[in-house]
């Protein structure tokens, strides 16, 4: 009897330790837990919302386009802390004069990121996860990219918590701040991420979601950023 004929061998994936799209929390869990912050925060919301009008006119809401889950863009909504139709850099520093007195507080706080709630809950984000970027940003030809992509970017993860207070670590840095943090922020944060992702489990999402509430309830026990070159910012 002839031997049987060999599979041809597949070939092998670009990275073969990418992480599986439905790692982390169960969907379900996230759309349970985004509809009760979202309820919750209500009073808030409109409060903050109410604050922004009030001191810098309409919209209360900022809307940008960001990449998410392979390489789909979508809407990313947070309350709107500059002035409105304001330019300028993709990236914000401590000390931009774009920012409004009521954002400043807002964004140390981290309630304008509370309306991203709702990206959760229609699909477009999850709890833990790479933070989503602007398309400019993107390289979808690396590799790291091509990994991150595979998974739903997230409101919060160990890279942002290390870099809670971005703002002062970019005000801290001479020159562009654009150019420092595409050459030198960004690749930190993308291998940071990948690193995440190959150990990630709903276990570790909600220890990082426990250390992110602990970090806006207790600031002062978060530690404060340090540059890629090891200095404090």
Do not use: H
């Amino acid at each position: 009897m002839p031997p049987a004929p060999r599979r041809p061998a597949r070939s092998r994936p670009l990275l073969t330790r990418g992480p599986s799209p439905a790692g982390g929390l169960p969907r379900l869990v996230e759309v349970a837990l985004a509809a009760a912050g979202l309820l919750a925060a209500a009073p808030l919301l409109l409060l903050s919302a109410g604050a922004v009008v009030l001191t810098s006119g309409r919209p209360a809401l900022y809307r940008q386009r960001r990449v998410g889950r392979g390489g789909k863009p979508f809407t990313l909504v947070k309350l709107r802390t500059m002035r409105p139709s304001s330019g300028g850099p993709q990236v914000t520093r401590r000390g931009d004069d774009r920012v409004t007195a009521v954002g400043r507080v807002l964004r140390r706080t981290k309630l304008d990121e509370l309306p991203e709630l709702w990206n959760v809950l229609r699909g477009d984000m999850s709890f833990v996860g790479p933070r989503p970027e602007v398309e400019r940003f993107v390289q979808s030809d690396d590799p790291r990219w091509k990994e991150i992509l595979r998974v739903r970017p997230g409101l919060t993860d160990p890279v942002t918590l290390s870099l809670r207070d971005e703002e002062r670590l970019l005000a801290s840095v001479a020159g562009d701040p654009e150019a420092y943090y595409r050459e030198t922020l960004q690749p930190l944060k993308l291998a940071g991420y990948v690193e995440y992702l190959r150990r990630r489990t709903w276990k570790t999402d909600l220890v990082v979601i426990c250390d992110t509430l602990r970090a806006i309830v207790v600031p002062s026990r978060a530690r404060p950023p340090v540059r890629p070159d090891g200095e404090r910012s």
